[in-house]
């Protein structure tokens, strides 16, 4: 499939579009079209915390990236090999969790952004120690123009050193894992505490002065979305199926429910994590 057939993600960021997208875990058929209506630019498929096979995640991508829509997958560890399978199943994105030195950055960049090098000579060209040939360096901008490289982050140690890990050349942007930041700040799930929100500010703040893009998961309200947009978030990442399956259901059923005078089921959405 062209790269040329899908729309340019990366693009749209670096000319200062908002970008919009939500978290996809089922493999029904007809899933794939009923998001395209939604008019979203990307769709963030995990399989980190879902049980997705390699031949499962490709057809899915195939399917997304024949619609128009760009296909982004989270890795469940950094590992170099497991983001060169996804980008040859069909990936355009790439995010490794957990991210917390600068040598994973490299790692993820060296993947995504230099393929098809691995190895010593990889490792060279990444750290500067042997610059590449003018014919080999334009091979490698255009086999990889399209991708992007995108690291989670969602730990005290993350932000601690935050500063040297946006400086490693290649990474497009950041998403924030506010589940794991807010237990790692040990504040499980407390996402209107004032420690959490000024993590979450510092980080969106630091990766945008860095000229990087940035977006936070949550499953939530929208308003939240908004909240972080407002402080420089350009990157939406709202939602996955099933807790918007869930949350609409829930208040239809509360809706019929209180009109035929039985009691409302109680909201229990706000336990659903990705």
Known sequence: MSVAATPDLLQKLQNGQNVYGTCITSTAPMWPAAIRRTGVDFVFIDTEH????????????QIFRALGITPIVRIPEPNPFLACQV?????????????ESTAQI????????????KGEKL???LTGAEEMTPELKQYIANHNVANLCIANIESVPALERL???????????VFIGPHDLSVSLGLPEQYDHPDFEAAVR???????????SIGIHFSQEPERQIQWMKEGANIV????????FVQRLQHDLSIIK???????????SGSLIV
């Open 87 to 99: 980008i040859d199943g069909g990936a355009l994105g790439v995010v490794a969790p957990y991210l």
């Open 123 to 125: 490792q060279q060209y």
């Open 258 to 268: 209180q009109a035929a005078g039985d009691i409302p089921a109680t909201d229990a």
């Open 50 to 61: 879902i049980p997705l096979d390699r031949g499962e995640l490709a057809k899915m991508c």
């Open 163 to 173: 500063e040297e890990l946006l400086s490693v050349p290649g990474l497009d942007a």
């Open 106 to 117: 490299r790692e993820l960049v060296g993947a995504v952004k230099f393929r098809p090098l």
């Open 237 to 244: 990442v709202h939602s996955f199926d099933v807790a918007l």
């Open 202 to 212: 510092s980080i969106i703040h630091q990766t945008r002065a860095k000229g990087l």
